[in-house]
């Protein structure tokens, strides 16, 4: 799907695009310890990266704790320029499950830079966001507001993604929110 973003002084631009594939251990929301993995393949305007296509590796792993989720993606971006310039930009999650459909969560967003010399403190982006989901049948919502913990991170960032899964397992009576992690 078209990715957008507004900026000051542009507007609303087109950024790109993504397609994302998911692969978790099968029936993820009844088990304890869940993992699986994403990629990401993005086409990007120059705008918003110089490289025009980059792909992303995300390990997920997370943990069902009663109505909390803990979940963690140590994600290594790829800008196709060798091994050593995989970027090191993991994120940890912690949601309460409200209900089966609703969840409310803290989200860190982290970029260290590149595994082969990882930048320093004041150089790296660290985000915190606070996030609402909600998970349908039929459509999925993710809604959040986020702040910048170091001077080159993002002050402020709102984030909106709304989805819908292109493949449906049947269905089981406990919403699985493990896929989250992917999505973010």
């Known amino acids: ?106 989200e860190v967003y982290s970029d260290y830079g590149p595994l082969k010399h990882m930048l320093s403190t004041d150089q790296q982006s660290q985000q915190l966001f606070g996030v609402v989901d909600y998970k349908g049948d039929d459509i999925n919502i993710e809604a959040g507001v986020g702040f910048g913990l170091t001077p080159d991170s993002d002050r402020w960032v709102v984030k909106l993604m709304i989805s819908r899964d292109l493949y449906k397992p049947p269905q089981n009576t406990k919403k699985d929110y493990s896929t989250q992690a992917a999505r973010n």
């Open 1 to 106: 799907m078209p990715l957008y973003s507004v900026a000051d002084g542009e507007g609303p631009v087109l950024n790109g695009f993504k397609v994302r594939e998911l692969f978790v251990v099968p029936h993820a929301a009844e088990q304890p310890f869940f993992y699986g993995i994403n990629f990401e393949f993005s086409y990007n305007a120059e705008h918003w990266d110089p490289n025009r296509s980059t792909s992303e590796i995300r390990p997920i792993l997370g943990w069902h704790l009663g109505q909390f989720d803990f979940i963690i993606n140590p994600i290594l971006d790829n800008s196709w320029t060798g091994f050593t310039n995989l970027d090191f930009a993991p994120s940890v999650r912690l949601a309460y499950n409200v209900s089966k459909t609703w969840a409310v969560a803290a």
